[in-house]
């Protein structure tokens, strides 16, 4: 699906208090421009959404999850569970996210993305992280096809990497393909998110740690810049 070119100016800042992460990330965003990475807390960006990796019933009881509700408050998971039952009916797969009003001011916005489908599942042997960071990213561009320009900075930390027990560089890779995927494709459908990514990182497993793969979207739609 072809977008606007306002996407391109999205303020991407990755941040997270493992500095295994950080240093993954340095590596594995090195050549990517428009991304800035630094040791902290998520709490402490100045942005217009953070993106926190969640369970399928949104469920904010752990990690960065309890983190942020303890600091937006309890209504935050009133809001994203009320939008996982409106628009998943109660339950929210692995490759999609919703995107709530924070009810402050930084950030306006929680991104919610699941790696994993219960609390505290070890996810490291999945795709999870691609999936959730390219939902994230989707999230983003539904939002501002929605209302124009109301995101135009987001924070991350390493999905997966603390509670999905995902390796430091593995996560950092898999966060690359999901992050250079925003800038190519919007996609209209999630099964068609899923569909793309797992179809062209199977294997990846066998790969050297090293190795990074962008995803190739459906002919047709593209907007590679």
């Not at 925003?182 to 990514?197: G, K």
């Not at 090293?210 to 593209?222: D, F, L, N, Q």
């Amino acid at each position: 699906m072809t977008e606007g070119r306002a996407q391109s100016a999205l303020r991407v800042m990755l941040t997270d208090v493992n500095e295994g992460v950080v240093e993954a990330w340095r590596a594995a965003f090195a050549d990517t421009p428009g991304i800035e990475i630094r040791r902290g807390s998520i709490l402490d960006e100045d942005v217009d959404a953070w993106v926190s990796p969640t369970n399928s019933k949104g469920r904010m009881d752990g990690g960065l999850d309890g983190v942020i509700k303890r600091h937006l408050g309890a209504g935050i998971q009133l809001r994203v569970q009320r939008a996982i039952r409106d628009r998943f009916g109660g339950t929210l797969p692995v490759g999609s996210a919703v995107c709530v009003p924070s009810g402050a001011t930084v950030p306006r916005f929680v991104i919610s993305t699941p790696t994993m489908v219960q609390s505290s599942q070890n996810v490291s042997a999945t795709l999870n992280v691609a999936l959730a960071c390219a939902a994230a990213f989707q999230a983003v561009h539904r939002q501002n096809r929605s209302a124009p320009g109301s995101i135009r900075s987001v924070a991350l930390v390493g999905l997966g990497a603390q509670t999905g027990r995902v390796p430091a560089r593995v996560c950092a890779n898999l966060m690359w393909t999901g992050y250079t995927l925003f800038h190519d494709h919007w996609f209209e459908d999630d099964d068609e998110l899923r569909t793309t990514i797992v179809s062209q990182l199977a294997g990846i497993e066998h790969e050297p740690v090293e190795k990074r793969v962008r995803i190739m979207p459906p002919k047709g739609h593209s907007f590679r810049r």
